[in-house]
Protein backbone atom coordinates (compact mmCIF):
# COMPACT_ATOMS: atom_id res chain seq x y z
CA UNK A 1 0.00 0.00 0.00
CA UNK A 2 0.94 3.55 -0.54
CA UNK A 3 2.03 5.84 2.71
CA UNK A 4 -1.64 7.98 1.99
CA UNK A 5 -3.26 4.91 1.65
CA UNK A 6 -2.15 3.34 4.90
CA UNK A 7 -2.69 6.97 6.93
CA UNK A 8 -6.18 6.72 5.36
CA UNK A 9 -6.70 3.30 6.82
CA UNK A 10 -5.30 4.11 10.11
CA UNK A 11 -7.23 7.24 10.60
CA UNK A 12 -10.34 5.05 10.89
CA UNK A 13 -9.01 2.06 12.63
CA UNK A 14 -7.13 3.41 15.37
CA UNK A 15 -10.57 5.74 17.00
CA UNK A 16 -11.14 5.00 20.84
CA UNK A 17 -13.57 2.98 21.66
CA UNK A 18 -17.49 4.38 22.78
CA UNK A 19 -18.63 3.66 25.80
CA UNK A 20 -22.14 2.42 25.28
CA UNK A 21 -24.68 2.06 28.47
CA UNK A 22 -28.03 0.64 26.75
CA UNK A 23 -26.34 -1.77 24.01
CA UNK A 24 -23.49 -3.66 22.77
CA UNK A 25 -21.69 -2.72 19.80
CA UNK A 26 -19.28 -5.62 17.80
CA UNK A 27 -17.15 -4.33 14.80
CA UNK A 28 -17.76 -6.72 12.29
CA UNK A 29 -14.55 -5.16 10.68
CA UNK A 30 -12.44 -2.56 11.88
CA UNK A 31 -13.44 -0.41 8.66
CA UNK A 32 -17.30 -0.65 8.75
CA UNK A 33 -20.20 -2.48 10.02
CA UNK A 34 -20.80 -3.83 13.91
CA UNK A 35 -23.48 -6.27 15.76
CA UNK A 36 -25.83 -4.05 17.75
CA UNK A 37 -27.18 -6.39 20.43
CA UNK A 38 -29.19 -5.63 23.52
CA UNK A 39 -32.07 -3.95 21.66
CA UNK A 40 -35.47 -4.90 21.17
CA UNK A 41 -36.52 -3.42 17.96
CA UNK A 42 -40.12 -4.71 18.19
CA UNK A 43 -40.35 -2.11 21.41
CA UNK A 44 -40.30 1.76 21.43
CA UNK A 45 -37.00 2.62 21.68
CA UNK A 46 -35.76 5.11 24.44
CA UNK A 47 -34.30 8.63 23.69
CA UNK A 48 -30.48 7.29 25.06
CA UNK A 49 -31.16 4.30 23.32
CA UNK A 50 -31.57 6.07 20.16
CA UNK A 51 -29.35 8.33 20.70
CA UNK A 52 -26.20 5.70 21.32
CA UNK A 53 -28.16 3.89 18.42
CA UNK A 54 -27.30 7.24 15.84
CA UNK A 55 -23.46 7.34 17.52
CA UNK A 56 -23.35 3.41 16.40
CA UNK A 57 -24.61 4.64 13.14
CA UNK A 58 -22.18 7.66 12.31
CA UNK A 59 -19.20 4.99 13.36
CA UNK A 60 -20.09 1.95 11.82
CA UNK A 61 -22.36 2.87 8.72
CA UNK A 62 -23.86 -0.33 8.96
CA UNK A 63 -25.55 -1.78 11.68
CA UNK A 64 -26.68 -5.91 11.95
CA UNK A 65 -29.55 -6.77 14.31
CA UNK A 66 -30.13 -10.44 15.15
CA UNK A 67 -33.02 -12.63 16.31
CA UNK A 68 -35.34 -9.34 15.54
CA UNK A 69 -39.35 -10.44 15.33
CA UNK A 70 -40.78 -7.02 14.08
CA UNK A 71 -44.22 -6.10 12.33
CA UNK A 72 -44.18 -3.54 9.47
CA UNK A 73 -45.11 -0.90 12.18
CA UNK A 74 -42.18 -1.31 14.14
CA UNK A 75 -40.07 -1.22 11.03
CA UNK A 76 -41.69 2.18 9.99
CA UNK A 77 -40.99 3.49 13.76
CA UNK A 78 -37.73 2.43 13.83
CA UNK A 79 -36.90 4.53 10.05
CA UNK A 80 -39.15 7.68 11.22
CA UNK A 81 -36.78 8.02 13.95
CA UNK A 82 -34.04 8.67 11.37
CA UNK A 83 -36.07 11.14 9.26
CA UNK A 84 -38.88 10.97 7.02
CA UNK A 85 -39.84 8.13 5.59
CA UNK A 86 -39.36 7.57 1.58
CA UNK A 87 -42.01 6.07 -1.12
CA UNK A 88 -41.10 3.11 -2.63
CA UNK A 89 -40.85 4.12 -6.38
CA UNK A 90 -42.52 2.91 -8.43
CA UNK A 91 -45.27 2.96 -5.67
CA UNK A 92 -46.38 -0.59 -4.51
CA UNK A 93 -49.94 -1.75 -5.81
CA UNK A 94 -52.66 -2.19 -3.27
CA UNK A 95 -49.72 -2.65 -0.82
CA UNK A 96 -48.05 -0.21 2.09
CA UNK A 97 -46.07 2.89 -0.11
CA UNK A 98 -43.04 2.68 2.35
CA UNK A 99 -42.85 -0.89 1.93
CA UNK A 100 -39.92 -2.84 -0.67
CA UNK A 101 -40.45 -6.60 -0.80
CA UNK A 102 -37.19 -7.93 -0.88
CA UNK A 103 -38.32 -11.28 -2.74
CA UNK A 104 -36.52 -13.86 -5.16
CA UNK A 105 -38.86 -16.64 -6.57
CA UNK A 106 -37.14 -20.02 -7.90
CA UNK A 107 -37.50 -18.71 -11.62
CA UNK A 108 -35.50 -15.70 -10.58
CA UNK A 109 -32.68 -14.88 -12.83
CA UNK A 110 -31.33 -11.97 -11.19
CA UNK A 111 -32.27 -10.48 -7.68
CA UNK A 112 -32.66 -6.58 -7.17
CA UNK A 113 -29.32 -4.66 -6.11
CA UNK A 114 -27.29 -7.34 -7.19
CA UNK A 115 -24.48 -4.45 -8.26
CA UNK A 116 -22.65 -2.68 -6.24
CA UNK A 117 -24.80 0.92 -5.34
CA UNK A 118 -25.97 2.83 -2.78
CA UNK A 119 -30.45 3.36 -2.77
CA UNK A 120 -31.71 6.15 -5.04
CA UNK A 121 -28.59 8.26 -6.19
CA UNK A 122 -30.41 8.68 -9.74
CA UNK A 123 -32.53 11.12 -6.79
CA UNK A 124 -32.05 14.43 -6.40
CA UNK A 125 -32.25 14.33 -2.77
CA UNK A 126 -30.75 10.76 -2.49
CA UNK A 127 -31.80 8.75 0.39
CA UNK A 128 -30.43 8.84 3.94
CA UNK A 129 -30.59 5.04 4.90
CA UNK A 130 -32.30 2.11 4.43
CA UNK A 131 -33.39 -1.01 6.43
CA UNK A 132 -33.77 -4.36 5.58
CA UNK A 133 -35.36 -7.20 7.41
CA UNK A 134 -35.10 -10.36 6.06
CA UNK A 135 -37.24 -13.35 7.19
CA UNK A 136 -36.49 -15.80 5.04
CA UNK A 137 -32.99 -16.86 4.02
CA UNK A 138 -32.07 -19.42 1.26
CA UNK A 139 -32.45 -23.70 2.15
CA UNK A 140 -30.23 -25.09 2.61
CA UNK A 141 -29.38 -22.20 4.56
CA UNK A 142 -26.79 -20.65 3.11
CA UNK A 143 -26.25 -17.55 0.20
CA UNK A 144 -27.39 -14.10 -0.22
CA UNK A 145 -25.30 -12.32 1.84
CA UNK A 146 -24.71 -8.37 1.36
CA UNK A 147 -21.81 -6.66 0.88
CA UNK A 148 -21.12 -3.32 2.03
CA UNK A 149 -18.30 -0.65 1.15
CA UNK A 150 -17.23 2.02 3.25
CA UNK A 151 -16.68 4.73 0.65
CA UNK A 152 -14.97 7.52 3.22
CA UNK A 153 -12.27 5.27 2.67
CA UNK A 154 -12.74 5.03 -0.73
CA UNK A 155 -12.00 8.32 -1.68
CA UNK A 156 -9.40 8.43 1.35
CA UNK A 157 -7.42 5.96 -0.03
CA UNK A 158 -7.39 7.77 -3.63
CA UNK A 159 -3.78 9.56 -3.93
CA UNK A 160 -3.79 13.50 -3.50
CA UNK A 161 -3.39 14.00 -7.15
CA UNK A 162 -6.65 11.71 -8.43
CA UNK A 163 -8.43 13.70 -5.34
CA UNK A 164 -7.44 17.14 -6.80
CA UNK A 165 -8.75 16.04 -10.14
CA UNK A 166 -11.94 14.70 -8.55
CA UNK A 167 -12.87 16.89 -5.79
CA UNK A 168 -13.93 19.64 -8.37
CA UNK A 169 -16.40 17.71 -10.48
CA UNK A 170 -19.89 16.24 -10.56
CA UNK A 171 -21.21 13.19 -12.28
CA UNK A 172 -25.00 12.63 -13.51
CA UNK A 173 -26.73 9.80 -12.01
CA UNK A 174 -29.55 8.42 -14.38
CA UNK A 175 -32.47 5.72 -13.15
CA UNK A 176 -32.26 4.21 -16.08
CA UNK A 177 -28.51 3.07 -15.77
CA UNK A 178 -29.64 0.39 -13.63
CA UNK A 179 -32.06 -1.51 -16.02
CA UNK A 180 -29.09 -1.94 -18.83
CA UNK A 181 -30.90 -2.12 -21.29
CA UNK A 182 -33.89 -4.44 -19.76
CA UNK A 183 -37.64 -2.81 -19.77
CA UNK A 184 -38.47 0.35 -17.62
CA UNK A 185 -41.41 -0.41 -16.05
CA UNK A 186 -44.14 1.97 -17.38
CA UNK A 187 -44.69 3.36 -13.81
CA UNK A 188 -41.46 4.24 -13.36
CA UNK A 189 -40.66 7.95 -13.34
CA UNK A 190 -36.87 7.48 -14.14
CA UNK A 191 -34.92 10.03 -12.41
CA UNK A 192 -31.91 11.72 -13.29
CA UNK A 193 -29.72 14.44 -10.95
CA UNK A 194 -25.98 15.94 -11.04
CA UNK A 195 -24.27 15.43 -7.53
CA UNK A 196 -20.52 16.43 -6.64
CA UNK A 197 -18.51 13.71 -7.71
CA UNK A 198 -17.20 13.98 -4.09
CA UNK A 199 -19.87 14.80 -1.24
CA UNK A 200 -19.79 15.91 2.65
CA UNK A 201 -21.69 13.63 4.91
CA UNK A 202 -24.35 15.95 6.18
CA UNK A 203 -23.75 14.88 9.57
CA UNK A 204 -19.86 14.16 9.87
CA UNK A 205 -18.55 16.54 7.16
CA UNK A 206 -16.49 13.93 6.13
CA UNK A 207 -16.11 13.36 2.13
CA UNK A 208 -17.32 10.58 0.61
CA UNK A 209 -16.79 9.12 -2.97
CA UNK A 210 -20.36 9.42 -4.57
CA UNK A 211 -20.35 7.62 -7.70
CA UNK A 212 -21.31 3.86 -8.49
CA UNK A 213 -21.89 1.68 -11.36
CA UNK A 214 -25.63 1.12 -11.22
CA UNK A 215 -26.64 4.62 -11.22
CA UNK A 216 -23.69 6.71 -12.61
CA UNK A 217 -23.54 7.71 -16.08
CA UNK A 218 -21.15 10.62 -16.64
CA UNK A 219 -18.81 13.36 -15.26
CA UNK A 220 -20.06 16.48 -17.73
CA UNK A 221 -16.70 18.18 -17.34
CA UNK A 222 -15.03 15.51 -19.10
CA UNK A 223 -14.94 14.22 -22.77
CA UNK A 224 -16.94 11.14 -23.22
CA UNK A 225 -13.79 8.50 -23.26
CA UNK A 226 -12.48 10.49 -19.77
CA UNK A 227 -15.45 10.46 -18.45
CA UNK A 228 -15.61 6.68 -19.23
CA UNK A 229 -11.92 6.10 -18.27
CA UNK A 230 -11.80 7.85 -14.40
CA UNK A 231 -15.68 6.19 -13.92
CA UNK A 232 -14.36 2.81 -14.75
CA UNK A 233 -11.44 3.32 -12.15
CA UNK A 234 -13.23 4.98 -9.55
CA UNK A 235 -15.84 1.64 -9.76
CA UNK A 236 -12.96 -0.64 -9.68
CA UNK A 237 -12.05 1.22 -6.05
CA UNK A 238 -14.45 -1.32 -4.37
CA UNK A 239 -13.87 -4.18 -6.11
CA UNK A 240 -10.27 -4.10 -6.14
CA UNK A 241 -9.85 -3.56 -2.53
CA UNK A 242 -11.60 -6.18 -0.32
CA UNK A 243 -10.57 -4.17 2.80
CA UNK A 244 -13.21 -1.46 2.13
CA UNK A 245 -15.71 -4.09 2.30
CA UNK A 246 -17.92 -6.11 4.95
CA UNK A 247 -20.01 -8.81 4.61
CA UNK A 248 -23.10 -9.77 6.24
CA UNK A 249 -24.58 -12.97 6.39
CA UNK A 250 -28.16 -13.18 7.50
CA UNK A 251 -29.85 -15.19 9.11
CA UNK A 252 -33.68 -15.45 9.67
CA UNK A 253 -35.02 -12.51 11.32
CA UNK A 254 -31.76 -10.39 10.62
CA UNK A 255 -32.44 -6.50 10.64
CA UNK A 256 -30.08 -4.03 8.95
CA UNK A 257 -29.66 -0.78 8.60
CA UNK A 258 -26.87 1.33 6.46
CA UNK A 259 -25.98 4.81 5.37
CA UNK A 260 -26.80 5.45 1.72
CA UNK A 261 -24.76 8.47 2.14
CA UNK A 262 -21.23 6.85 2.80
CA UNK A 263 -22.07 3.29 2.01
CA UNK A 264 -22.02 0.87 -1.31
CA UNK A 265 -24.40 -2.34 -1.27
CA UNK A 266 -24.46 -5.49 -3.23
CA UNK A 267 -26.90 -8.40 -3.19
CA UNK A 268 -25.18 -11.67 -4.22
CA UNK A 269 -27.21 -13.84 -6.15
CA UNK A 270 -25.53 -17.18 -5.61
CA UNK A 271 -28.29 -19.51 -5.00
CA UNK A 272 -30.47 -20.18 -8.02
CA UNK A 273 -32.80 -21.58 -7.75
CA UNK A 274 -33.66 -20.87 -3.71
CA UNK A 275 -35.61 -18.39 -2.23
CA UNK A 276 -35.26 -15.27 -0.17
CA UNK A 277 -38.00 -12.72 1.21
CA UNK A 278 -37.68 -9.46 3.22
CA UNK A 279 -38.77 -6.36 3.66
CA UNK A 280 -36.95 -3.02 3.23
CA UNK A 281 -37.99 0.41 4.79
CA UNK A 282 -35.71 3.76 3.58
CA UNK A 283 -35.58 7.41 4.91
CA UNK A 284 -35.16 10.15 2.76
CA UNK A 285 -31.87 12.22 3.06
CA UNK A 286 -31.52 16.06 1.84
CA UNK A 287 -29.70 17.54 -0.71
CA UNK A 288 -25.86 16.83 -0.91
CA UNK A 289 -23.34 18.78 -1.06
CA UNK A 290 -19.40 19.06 -2.19
C1 LIG B 1 -30.91 -3.77 -1.89
O1 LIG B 1 -31.40 -2.94 -1.11
O2 LIG B 1 -30.22 -3.43 -2.83
C2 LIG B 1 -31.13 -5.25 -1.61
C3 LIG B 1 -30.16 -5.77 -0.64
C4 LIG B 1 -30.35 -7.23 -0.36
O3 LIG B 1 -31.27 -7.85 -0.89
O4 LIG B 1 -29.56 -7.77 0.41
Known sequence: MEQYELDAVRRITTKPARDYRTLSVRGLTPIIGAEVSGLDLGAELSEQQLAELKTAFLDHHVLVFRDQVITPHDHKRLAAAFGELRPVNPPPKDADPYILEISTSPEATN????????????????????????????????GGDTLFANMHLAYDMLSPTMKSLVDGLTAIHDGAVAFRGHPIPPDYEVPVSEHPLVVRHPETDRKVLYVNPAYTSRIPQLSEDESRAVLDMLFAMVPNRPMLACRVRWEPNTVVFWDNRCVQHHATYDYYPHTRYGQRVAINGGPLKG
Open 111 to 142: VAGNGWHADGTADAEPSLGSILYITRIPEPGS
